[in-house]
Structure formats: structure tokens, C-alpha cells
């Protein structure tokens, strides 16, 4: 399983903390400071995956303090990105010498630890930072761990360790969206059905839960609700994958159109007021206009107003919906800035 564990969220715990381990008080105070400095800058490069300069300046926050213990486990992090295993293992061995309870960075090491397939001692680190006194945030560790779990193959422990981290976080949405693809393949769709509601009380849709979804209902045998998830897909990512595994569900289900009319001024009149639509642009030409409502998928209106040329594109239900079709929106055309509207104030607009 290529399973991508939560490197970063645990890194953010650490975040520009200054904790330094024994030894610090052999250091002068200019010289703390300008290691808790370097340590900050080499974290937010670290973010932004520029790696050697991080590198270069976690190596000299570490030179001005050596019992920097956050600069140590930035950089096994670091070594641990650029594939350097052996440097990566003692820099995080050297930074719990110096912190052995920081929740952090047990985190981060049980991640390493996952990724060299050492499994047991992963769930020992992750066990030891869910534990942790003064642990904030204890349901990382234990999502951390259940992740883990998953890719080592063992998906009754990593349930375990999941509802462990929803029990500290219920609307963890990492361990909630697991925890229902966990239910769906151990056969339990109904299970896996409340656990993704429960995930959508905390988050929204994304590619990955839409297709989810949609496999639940096909286990559910619910041709309607598989079709639900499809036509989200279809609106709001349809160049995804996901979309793609989810038509495979209805293999009778062709995909829409892309060459279907243009709807007029009738078509508009004739939606819900209550449903959404995305306004792709207003053009002062009208055979440009012709042109970009062309380029999108259906359905599609144009009409004029005084000497604009609006060109709509997509009728949907929510306005939840509409955001995550404008999310994945494709603009066909430099300059253009589509937004949200709902057909009512489209109708009351068209009647003045």
C-alpha cells in the first residue's frame, strides 16, 4: 500500500518551538538565539521542499547549539527526503536523546521508522508519543500508528488505532475517511457509510471521497446512490481518476456529451431559482462567447444582456456542489475568473 503518512502535520507540532535538551546552558544566550533562528529558517524552507538549504541551515543551528533538539529532528526529517536512512536514524536518535517525551518528535521518528517497514518499532514510537504527558494532540500519533498498520498489512489492528484517534478527535477527518475505506473492505458498507458521513461533518468532498462513496452504494446495491456520486464526479472532477474508477461501477453509463447544444434564454427560465450555476464570463463578443461555451462540459447556457454575452456552464443542487465543480474548473481561456451563482438572481435579472 503507497500510503503517504502525516510527516508534516507532525512536523507542525514542532513548529518554531526552542527546545533545547542538556547542555544548553553551556551555550551563551546570542548564540541560542541565533540557533532557534536558523532552526525557524530551516523549517520554512524545509516546507517549501528546498532541501539543501535546509539542510545547510539546520547543520548550523545545530553548530551553534548541539542540544537543539528540535534542529535535530528537522534534520533527520531532512535526511530522511533525501533518501540519506543511516543519517536520518541518528539524527532522530540524537534528538530524543535530548527530548525522549517530546510527542513530536517520537512522531516523526515512528514515521521514519514505518517507512524503513521496521513495524513494530514504529508502533512502540507511535505508542510512546500517544501516551505522551502534556501531548496536545494525541490522535495524531495513534492516526499516525493506524496508517502504519494499514501498510504493514494489518487492517484489524490499524481499525483499532483509528477509532483510538477518533475517540481524542472525532472529526479527524485523515482517520474518519480511513477508517470507512477500512469498513468497505472488510465488507461492512454500512459501517463504512456512517463512518463517511461522519467525515462530512468535519470536511468536504474530495476526488477520493466521492469515489468512495460511490463504491459504498455499490456494495450497498444502490445503483441511484452509485449514480449520485458518479454525476459529483462528472461535475466537479471530471478529468480525475477517481471519476474515471467510478464509471467502471456502471459500465452502462456513458459518459456525458461534450458535444451537446448550447441552452438559451428557456433553459434558464426553467431551472430551480434554488440551484447553483458557475458564470465562466461575460463577453462583448458574442461569437467569442460561442467559442469558450464550446470548450465546457455540459450542460451549457448562453444569453445576452445589453450588450454582454453570459456564458454559464453546470446546474447544481448545492452550493456545496458548485464549489467543488468551480474548484476543479478547467478555464478555457486566459483572463477568465468564473464564480457561483444561483439561477434565481440569473431569472430576476433576465425579467428587468
Known sequence: ??????????LLLTGCATTTGPGAGNVDAAALASSNQLQRQALAAYKKRQLMEAFQQVSAAIEKNPANAQAWGLLGLINQRLGRGDAAEKAFTQALRLAPDDPALLNNYGSFLCSQGRWEDAQATFAK????SGNAAPEIAWTNAGLCARRAGDNTLAEQLLQ???????????????L?????????????????????????HAPKTLLLGAR?????????????????LRSAFPDSSERQQAEALQPGMASPSTTAPIHDE???????????TIQVGAFNDLNQARQIANQLRPPVALYSQGTSHIVLQG????????????SGFNTPAAGIQPWIRDFGSIQRGMKR
Do not use: C
Not at 508519543?129 to 505522551?132: D, E, H, I, R, T
Not at 483510538?164 to 480511513?178: C, F, I, M, R, S
Not at 459504498?216 to 445503483?223: D, K, S, V
Open 180 to 204: 470507512a475505506s477500512l469498513s468497505l473492505e472488510n465488507g461492512k458498507p454500512v459501517e463504512a457509510s456512517t463512518w463517511l458521513t461522519q467525515y462530512l461533518n468535519h470536511a468536504v
Open 216 to 232: 459504498i452504494e455499490h456494495a450497498l446495491g444502490n445503483p441511484a446512490g452509485v449514480s449520485s456520486y458518479l454525476e459529483k
Open 315 to 326: 446546474d447544481y443542487a448545492t452550493l456545496e456542489l458548485a464549489r467543488l465543480a468551480l
Open 266 to 276: 428557456t433553459w434558464l427560465q426553467q431551472r430551480n431559482p434554488q440551484h447553483f
Open 164 to 178: 483510538k484517534a477518533v475517540q481524542h478527535n472525532p472529526g479527524l477527518p485523515t482517520a474518519l475517511y480511513q
Open 129 to 132: 508519543a500517544g501516551n505522551a
Open 1 to 10: 500500500m503507497n500510503m503517504r503518512l502525516l510527516l508534516l502535520l507532525a
